[in-house]
């Protein structure tokens, strides 16, 4: 079991009746236990199942979804029908559920007892119909919900219950999420803005503001000793050059500065209960370095941001805080997994004649070092955007190559619309001129297609990647949080694309629940 997740836990309810006696539902109890504890020993799950017990009656029902709703360890209810179980009886608890569902439909036993099974061991499972009258009533109410089929011992059904556990970690993390904007959306970018009252009740985070004058006085708490160790930490995990690592030169000063606004940036989120951040480059505290009573950072605080995004906190660049929750949230999924994730910008395109087009994935700076192929190097160049024109510090690395999913949240106006593409990362060539980290994929089915659906769909040219996630999460997080999902992948053609994405105008106007 993860660390990151110890302390959470996924409910298990089974649902019977008193109809067949209490010897039935005292056997429907044993099986039970004995399948959360199999799910549990299996290993494939990354937070623990609790079982909750039967449920024999709508009293029960929403006694135990309301217990659900409001244990803060609880992140997420598995249902599972043992014998029948009418399905009126869950009505009142499934109005009263607040937590991501999962129904789970399988049988204790996997084969049936040919020789042996009698009227009193078809009374007993009943999984066949149970669930189907259970699927009803959720269907009847419109739950959102995550339908698995399987045998509850098979691996493939355990991956899937896995996948959703770690969906809902990250669901749970949102609801008290505050994203900080250290200034505002820069320069009238219409993508990387949205409602944020909207967001609130619907993705679950708070986006706050803190002028980045307030920021800067969590710098005057920073000694000189914190900053010497954390460069001498810098030097220890990256390589460097010798000028870099030496004190007095110009590049040591532009790393120096980097560590304390890391260390800056990390006292004030830490101060604030924040788990997500942005920064705007035209807005980097008081203007003249020159002066002896500066305050401020020298430059954009690229390395802070690429180092507190490997330690999970959100990023979003140029104010777009969208990106900087959606990033938390992902990263708070794969905790554990080893592939690594990162905000990224689509930077420039590489056209090749042979089916190969590529894009560039990169940002001035702030690219996660959790994707880098190799050991990052820390190196200090000039960066001649924003407000100051200077020299700073930024882990420069590639990305490895292999399959992986990015995705991308826009406001539609009237829903929030989750993007994902399945892209293919590529070996990139060197870029001696372009000193930052980055990586080369080639979106899925091919880049025409990939980049057109993209841009048909509204998407942004920042998304948050990831080498861990399948579909299937997404597919997961869009279920629970009642958001639209578009994905582009192998199948995608873009006539369906746009019919698809037609249907979805229509029924989102209908369905004003989910706007
Ligand atoms: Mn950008």
């Known amino acids: 079991m993860e660390k990151a997740f110890e302390n959470l836990e996924i409910w298990w309810i089974t649902g019977a009746q008193l109809l067949y006696g209490g010897d039935a539902v005292v056997k429907v109890d044993a099986h039970s236990k004995e399948m959360v504890e199999g799910l549990n020993n299996s290993g494939r799950l990354p937070i623990k199942v609790v079982y909750k017990g039967t449920a024999n009656s709508s009293r029960e029902v929403s006694d135990i979804m309301s217990a659900a709703s409001n244990e803060r360890r609880c992140v997420g209810v598995i249902t599972w029908m043992h014998t029948f179980s009418p399905a009126k009886m869950w009505i009142h608890g499934l109005q009263e559920l607040r937590k991501p569902l999962l129904h789970l439909h399988t049988q204790y036993n996997a084969e049936i007892p040919w020789d042996t099974m009698d009227m009193d061991f078809m009374n007993l499972n009943q999984s066949a119909h149970g669930d189907r009258e259970f699927g009803h009533i959720c269907a009847r109410m419109r739950v959102r919900r995550k339908v698995v089929v399987g045998y509850w011992q098979d691996p493939k059904?355990?991956?899937?219950?896995?996948?959703?556990?770690?969906?809902?970690?990250?669901?749970?993390?949102?609801?008290?999420?505050?994203?900080?904007?250290?200034?505002?959306?820069?320069?009238?970018?219409?993508v990387t803005d949205g409602d944020k009252v909207e967001a609130e009740m619907r993705l679950g985070y708070h986006v706050d503001y803190c002028p980045v004058s307030t920021l800067m006085e969590y710098g005057k708490g920073i000694t000189d000793a914190d900053v010497d160790a954390l460069v001498a930490e810098y030097f220890r995990l990256y390589d460097a050059d010798e000028k870099c690592k030496t004190p007095g030169t110009t590049e040591y000063k532009s790393i120096w500065n980097a560590a304390k606004a890391e260390l800056t940036l990390r006292a004030c989120l830490k101060a604030k209960g924040a788990k997500a951040f942005t920064t705007n480059f035209d807005d980097l505290g008081s203007a003249d370095v020159n002066d002896p009573h500066f305050v401020g950072f020298d430059q954009i605080p690229g390395l802070a941001s690429q180092r507190l995004m490997a330690e999970g906190y959100g990023f979003g660049a140029e104010g777009d805080w969208k990106s900087a929750a959606l990033y938390r949230t992902l990263w708070v999924m794969t905790q554990g997994l080893p592939g690594g994730c990162s905000f990224l910008e689509d930077y420039t395109l590489n056209f090749e004649q042979n089916g190969q087009s590529s894009i560039l994935q990169a940002h001035m700076l702030e690219v996660c070092p959790l994707i880098a192929a190799k050991k990052p190097r820390l190196e200090v160049h000039h960066l001649g955007i924003g407000i100051r024109k200077a020299q700073t510090a930024r882990l420069v690395f590639t990305s490895k190559p292999g399959p992986g999913v990015t995705a991308t949240v826009v406001d539609m106006g009237n829903r929030f619309r989750l993007i994902v593409n399945d892209v293919e990362c590529i070996e990139p060539k060197p870029l001696?001129?372009?000193?930052?980290?980055?990586?080369?994929?080639?979106?899925?089915?091919?880049?025409?297609?990939?980049?057109?659906?993209?841009?048909?769909?509204?998407?942004?040219h920042h998304s948050c990647?990831?080498?861990?996630?399948?579909?299937?999460?997404?597919?997961?997080y869009a279920e629970i949080a009642g958001i639209e999902m578009l994905h582009i992948n192998k199948d995608t053609k873009l006539a369906d694309f746009k019919r698809e994405m037609r249907y979805n105008e229509v029924y989102y106007m209908l369905n004003k629940s989910l706007c």
Request: charged content about 15%.
């Open 157 to 190: 059904t355990q991956d899937q219950i896995a996948v959703w556990s770690r969906v809902c970690a990250g669901w749970a993390d949102a609801q008290d999420m505050r994203v900080i904007r250290f200034g505002d959306q820069m320069n009238n970018v219409a």
């Open 432 to 460: 001696p001129k372009l000193p930052v980290a980055s990586a080369l994929w080639i979106p899925m089915p091919n880049f025409e297609i990939g980049a057109g659906a993209w841009i048909l769909a509204g998407g942004t």
């Open 465 to 476: 990647f990831s080498y861990d996630l399948s579909p299937e999460y997404w597919e997961d």
